[in-house]
């Protein structure tokens, strides 16, 4: 077997996932060079994930792929977005020339059609050539019937884009689950092809699949798990991650204040207040100081233009709506239209201060216009992550200042935020240069001699 053949058969062997796609022709002006490649990119895999930060584009990225999409197929494309933001992509649509409407109805309603999560089930899978799956790390936080819904939705699907700007690089079971809606190796093949579970169950010596922290790459498996990874994948935070330039992508400035709240009387049967040392007595400190946070918060967008109140629990919302002039509340309880509509008045700058939970409104939105909002923070690094660049993204004019109200047990959940902030930007950091790497390799190795390889193998 000549060199050449040999490198072939360890290429075929390396379970990097083969293209589905279609050369793409000539793409839009309107894009950026980067999102020109990213695009491109992806209408040759066909099935592909674009990882890329808040503000980049996704939203024209997504539009052009699922309109080159549509005219090479001749059929519609379906668009699911999370709650909201179907009006926000339908807006940028119009904004860009590009041919598509929201269905309400789960008809097709144009060449490309949006809809949120919460209505895919009135869709029919046939009618489509593709599938965008924006903002898909929100996918993980569905209940278990609408996240087994999605994925049997795309399963089959002959086209398929994921985009999102926090799929978590140091969460491999979330990066399993997007291989697999993509067609490629499912979770558990990936977990037992790159990875040992070092948490044992000592009844049985199994290792537990939600121990998401147990699982590290076995011996020499992490670059190979990268390569596979951008065999598939593009993860992005900057232009420059992959040698553009920056050039009008710069954050503004994010201030981020702290204010920590001391409780007005004790926990009962307690002479003295003890700041929250456990997870049950942060919540109870947290239910504990509800009206001193609130009153807090309020305090701190009352004379704001536009503000976001984020709040984890429905007594916290009701009481920021009450305390905060102009306020509007979005519960998780509102019916799926009052939602929507009460998101996209704020998004045209109707509402002046919003109240809502990260879990609701966290995902996708473009709020640039908005300058301040106040956090009552939880152990969840993504929520974080998600509501603060709700408005601190590329775009944005002026400084973003985020209030973060505490308690004095609160310090453990801001360390343990801190301490996940640290390792995701490093991870994603490694992340990017993997895949840089990873899209220049170049085989050049010589073998000497002719190599014979099994017939069974090949």
């Not at 053949?5 to 002006?29: I, K, N, V």
């Not at 790459?217 to 992005?236: D, I, L, T, Y």
């Not at 102009?326 to 998004?347: I, M």
Request: aromatic content about 10%.
């Amino acid at each position: 077997m000549s060199a050449i053949a040999y490198a072939d058969f360890l290429a075929r062997r390396a379970q990097l996932g083969g293209d589905h796609g279609f050369e793409p022709g000539d793409l839009p002006s309107f894009l950026f060079e980067f999102q020109r490649d990213l695009v491109q990119w992806a209408i040759r895999k066909g099935r592909a994930g674009v990882f890329a930060d808040c503000g980049l584009g996704k939203t024209p990225m997504e539009l052009v792929w699922a309109d080159r999409v549509h005219r090479h197929t001749g059929r519609p494309v379906l668009v699911t977005t999370p709650l909201a933001v179907a009006y926000q992509t339908e807006t940028e649509a119009q904004k860009f020339g590009i041919e598509a409407a929201i269905s309400r109805d789960g008809r097709p309603a144009g060449p490309i059609t949006i809809t949120n999560y919460d209505r895919l089930h009135l869709f029919e899978r046939d009618d489509y050539a593709g599938v965008v799956c924006d903002e898909s790390s929100a996918i993980k936080a569905f209940d278990g019937a609408r996240r087994a819904l999605v994925t049997d939705f795309m399963r089959k699907m002959p086209y398929r884009l994921l985009a999102t700007a926090t799929a978590a690089p140091n969460d491999y079971i979330e990066l399993g689950t997007s291989s697999e809606a993509l067609g490629e190796l499912g979770y558990m093949d990936m977990l037992g092809r790159f990875f040992v579970n070092e948490q044992r169950n000592s009844a049985t010596g199994r290792g537990y699949l939600g121990q998401r922290n147990a699982w590290r790459f076995k011996g020499h498996a992490e670059q190979p798990f990268w390569r596979w990874v951008a065999s598939w994948a593009r993860a992005m935070r900057r232009p420059s991650d992959y040698g553009f330039s920056d050039d009008g992508f710069v954050l503004p400035e994010l201030i981020q204040r702290e204010h920590v709240i001391k409780a007005r009387r004790p926990p009962e049967g307690a002479l003295f207040d003890v700041p929250a040392a456990s997870l049950q007595e942060e919540r109870e400190e947290a239910r504990r100081t509800l009206n001193e946070r609130c009153e807090a918060s309020a305090a701190v967008l009352a004379d704001v233009e536009h503000g976001i109140a984020w709040c984890q629990l429905n007594d916290e919302g009701d009481l920021l709506t009450r305390l905060i002039d102009g306020a509007v509340q979005v519960k998780g309880s509102d019916p799926v239209e009052a939602k929507e509509e009460a998101l996209a008045a704020f998004s045209r700058g109707d509402i002046r201060v919003l109240v809502t939970k990260p879990s609701i409104a966290g995902w996708g939105l473009n709020w640039q216009h908005c300058g301040a909002m106040t956090f009552f923070p939880s152990h969840s690094y993504e929520q974080w992550y998600q509501a603060v660049r709700r408005c601190w993204r590329y775009g944005r004019v002026g400084p973003v200042t985020v209030d973060i109200v505490t308690t004095e047990g609160g310090a453990r959940i801001l360390a343990n935020l801190q301490r996940k902030a640290a390792a995701a930007d490093a991870m994603f950091d490694a992340l990017v240069a993997h895949m840089r790497d990873a899209t220049t390799i170049r085989r050049t190795t010589d073998y000497p001699h002719p190599v014979e390889v099994p017939a069974w193998a090949s």
